[in-house]
């Protein structure tokens, strides 16, 4: 798989400055005078040249400019792409054996999520022989709260080395943090996606979208409607997110790479065409086994005492399945075991 490849279509980069050309140039015509440097020359013929070099220097920075496709940024907004102008990096396993490993990590650390982490631990294993980048099929995680979904995001960000953001639409359902918003309004910033992809210099971050029910329609003042769910079926669709516009820098981004998870407590409320882009996994709430499981390991990793967290998961194996207990309620419990513990000095 190539490591680096290029996320601006339609961006040409030469020499930044007009004084980078100016010197390119004065070398040149040197080797042709015979001399080391300009300055070598005397009189009023140096004058001259170097008066005829800068202009025509400056009149090659203003045509490149425009030719790259960036003239209509200003410097500061140009700044913030230089990090991806000579392409991006992909994260993920570069073997079956890699993907093998990270399926492994997923498994042990979420077992009650096979509905979920063994299609993605496939997705991981074919990736490897397609050397996209893309690890996984957009993936939507459907179930009640506290089952882990966002947890599940988190492990697999960390074990394939991917960067991760999290677009929370229960918090804000608008399009803007998706699609981002144009630099003529004063609010204007790049989505998620493209900020994450610009921030991280990788062309295949992992984004998590919570709570895709909850997507809200707004509407311009034009009249104009549009929400995060019509924005999330163009950059979907590998041929379209491709060629994908950033409203704010109002150029092209490759997001064919990006992967794609999303959290739903259920179906209703998201549009059959973005649910036909999607595979869905259905999660089923956590018997009071596997509560007791998951208290354990978060409680070595915490370094609580083991006799305090046998205690904790043997509360827990009580439990009536339907009681309504989920990994929330079990990380409180484990926070406040962590506060009575004693202090040691």
């Known amino acids: 798989?190539?490591?680096?490849?290029?996320?601006?279509?339609?961006?040409?980069?030469?020499?930044s400055s007009a004084e980078s050309i100016e010197a390119r140039l004065a070398h040149h015509l040197a080797l042709l005078r015979g001399?080391?440097?300009?300055?070598?020359?005397?009189?009023?013929?140096?004058?001259?040249?170097?008066?005829?070099?800068?202009?025509?220097?400056?009149?090659l920075h203003e045509a490149r400019q425009r030719a790259s496709g960036l003239a209509h940024l200003d410097d500061r907004q140009r700044a913030r792409l230089a990090g991806i102008l000579q392409g991006a990096r992909l994260a993920g396993p570069e073997s079956v054996h890699g993907a093998d490993e990270i399926g492994a990590a997923l498994a042990e650390d979420l077992p009650w999520m096979s509905a979920a982490t063994v299609p993605l631990w496939h997705d991981l294993r074919a990736s490897t022989g397609v050397g996209t980048g893309r690890l996984i099929r957009p993936t939507l995680l459907v179930g009640?709260?506290?089952?882990?979904?966002?947890?599940?995001?988190?492990?697999l960000a960390h074990h394939a080395g991917l960067p991760l953001a999290i677009a929370d639409l229960?918090?804000?359902?608008?399009?803007f943090q998706?699609?981002?918003?144009?630099?003529?309004?004063?609010?204007?910033?790049?989505?998620?996606?493209?900020e994450t992809v610009i921030t991280s210099g990788m062309?295949?971050?992992?984004?998590?979208?919570?709570?895709?029910?909850?997507?809200?329609?707004?509407?311009?003042t034009a009249g104009h409607r549009t929400s995060a769910h019509a924005v999330l079926l163009g950059l979907l669709d590998p041929a379209s997110a491709a060629l994908w516009t950033c409203p704010y820098f109002g150029i092209r981004f490759d997001m064919s790479r990006v992967n794609w998870l999303f959290t739903a407590n259920d179906t209703r409320g998201i549009p059959a065409p973005l649910l036909s882009r999607l595979?869905?996994?259905?999660l089923q709430p956590l018997t009071p086994e596997q509560l007791a499981g998951f208290a354990l390991q978060e409680a070595s990793a915490r370094g609580l005492e083991r006799e305090e967290a046998e205690g904790l998961a043997n509360l827990?194996?009580?439990?009536?399945?339907?009681?309504?207990?989920?990994?929330?309620?079990?990380?409180?419990?484990?926070?406040?075991?962590?506060?009575?513990?004693p202090l040691l000095h």
């Open 1 to 15: 798989m190539p490591r680096t490849i290029s996320i601006l279509p339609a961006i040409s980069t030469w020499p």
């Open 170 to 175: 229960g918090a804000a359902g608008e399009a």
């Open 316 to 341: 827990l194996r009580g439990l009536h399945p339907g009681r309504g207990a989920d990994l929330r309620l079990v990380l409180g419990l484990l926070d406040d075991l962590r506060l009575e513990a």
């Open 144 to 155: 009640p709260p506290g089952l882990g979904k966002s947890h599940l995001a988190r492990s």
């Open 279 to 282: 595979r869905i996994a259905r």
């Open 35 to 59: 001399s080391d440097h300009l300055g070598s020359d005397s009189g009023p013929w140096r004058d001259a040249a170097a008066g005829r070099l800068k202009r025509r220097a400056q009149r």
């Open 178 to 194: 998706i699609a981002g918003l144009s630099r003529g309004w004063r609010s204007g910033m790049p989505g998620l996606p493209v």
């Open 203 to 220: 062309a295949n971050p992992l984004i998590l979208v919570d709570e895709l029910e909850k997507a809200a329609a707004v509407e311009s």
